[in-house]
Nanobody, 116 residues
Framework: QVRLVESGGGLVQPGGSLRLSCAAS????????MGWYRQTPGKQRELVAD??????NYVDSVKGRFTISRDNAKNTVTLQMNSLKPEDTAVYFC???????????WGQGTQVTVSS
């Protein structure tokens, strides 16, 4: 069983920065895709960024502002968010799944609010 625990959310002013962290316990391997999704009320959860074997993928709206990284030895994935905008306000979820597998794991979510 895999458990994902996020931390680092909060309230920040527009233009500010936040760093989200996700710690995984259980059997997370380097071949797992790890990523961050976000969701606002009434909307579908959307992929923000993911990473596997050093290859990263970002939604267009965060390119150049967000950076995803992972430490396989520590089973952690982080999302550095810079130049935050009000439209980045959402609950952010950590996700992990084995590429080619059927399992899919989610954290409980952490609120990010960008507001003056």
């Amino acid at each position: 069983q895999v458990r994902l625990v996020e931390s680092g959310g909060g309230l920040v002013q527009p233009g500010g920065s936040l760093r989200l962290s996700c710690a995984a316990s259980g059997s997370i391997f380097s071949f797992y895709v790890m990523g961050w999704y976000r969701q606002t009320p009434g909307k579908q959860r959307e992929l923000v960024a993911d990473i596997i074997s050093g290859s990263t993928n970002y939604v267009d709206s965060v390119k150049g502002r967000f950076t995803i990284s992972r430490d396989n030895a520590k089973n952690t994935v982080t999302l550095q968010m810079n130049s935050l905008k009000p439209e980045d306000t959402a609950v952010y979820f950590c996700n992990a799944y084995p590429r080619g597998g059927s399992a899919n794991y989610w954290g409980q979510g952490t609120q990010v609010t960008v507001s003056s």
